[in-house]
């Protein structure tokens, strides 16, 4: 796999553009794949054309499509992959949501990616990401006054029209037909402070993108508890563990609740009492199970 381009920034935004040269490299292209990236690359469309006269005819034009994989097929015999999915990017030839299928070959450069917002006190990036790269797609920054002693309004106030503006920046950049998870990261309380924030929002302006879309903000898609941790005898803990579960359920979250008296509940108890589904892929995890099996082998 060459890597033609590589435009990384210190908070690790950016983009690199790769090229598969060897038939092996397209194996590699088929696995990277998966239903739900984006994939932008060239290739060609037929196209109906009208003349003056009104008669139609048809030709093939090549241009630059992103798509939302929905299928994927590789042909081992003849190197290639396909690649069928929605147009997520309206251009020239190609409307919002119809269906091309894309043909991968050695020497054809793509692009894959998926979504993310990346944020402190007045400074958020909204990104597209991958396993290989890193697309910024906005910056918002605002300069956040200091609070000061018996006056934070100044504070609050620029600290709300600073998420004000990163709510407009998701809906503007972000095709949630496309996505099927977002994440939203930061240091201390930010992500918490902001997400409350855009969904009182979206509430009280009727937003339907992110209120029909909200479940795409919780990685949960099925939270496994122990009923244990529902007795448990320190107040705190018992409501962190009912906020959690109430908080599964309003973003359409699953929960199932394990008796500490039968033997899943108890292998459970084991694994501190609480597990999840999420709801995209952590192979990072399992790269790390696996080395350490191999250290201890």
């Known amino acids: 796999m060459k890597l033609v381009r590589k435009d990384i920034e210190k908070d690790n935004a950016g983009q690199v553009t790769l090229v598969p040269e060897e038939p ?105 990401v991958t396993p290989s790269m890193t697309l910024t797609g906005a910056k918002v920054e605002v300069n956040i006054p200091r609070k000061r002693k018996g006056n934070c309004c100044q504070h609050d106030q620029t600290l709300e029209r600073f998420y004000e503006q990163v709510v407009q920046a998701i809906q503007h950049h972000i095709n949630f037909d496309v996505v099927k998870c977002f994440l939203v990261a930061s240091p201390g309380f930010v992500r918490e402070q902001f997400c409350n924030y855009m969904f009182q929002q979206a509430v009280k302006t009727d937003s339907k993108v992110l209120l029909e879309n909200r479940s795409k903000f919780l990685q949960i898609d099925t939270l496994l508890i122990s009923d244990e941790l529902f007795r448990h ?27 500490s008296l039968l033997v899943s509940g108890e292998q459970l108890s084991q694994l501190t009492g609480v597990a999840a589904i999420l709801r995209f892929p952590v192979p990072e995890l399992s790269d790390q199970e696996n080395d350490s099996s191999s250290d201890e082998d």
């Open 233 to 259: 005898q320190d107040v705190a803990t018992r409501s962190r563990y009912v906020r959690l579960v109430d908080s599964v359920k309003e973003n359409a979250g699953t929960v199932r609740i394990f008796s």
């Open 24 to 128: 092996e490299d397209m194996w590699h292209t088929y696995n990277l794949v998966h239903v739900g990236n984006s994939l932008r690359a060239s290739t060609i469309r037929k196209v109906q054309t009208e003349s003056s006269t009104g008669s139609v005819g048809s030709n093939r034009v090549r241009t630059t499509l992103t798509l939302c994989v929905e299928a994927i097929d590789f042909d081992s015999q003849a190197c290639q992959l396909r690649v069928k999915g929605t147009n997520i990017q309206e251009n020239e030839y190609v409307k919002m949501g119809a269906y091309h299928t894309m043909e991968l070959d050695p020497n054809h450069q793509f692009t894959l990616a998926r979504n993310t917002v990346v944020m402190q006190e007045g400074l958020a990036h909204i990104c597209l």
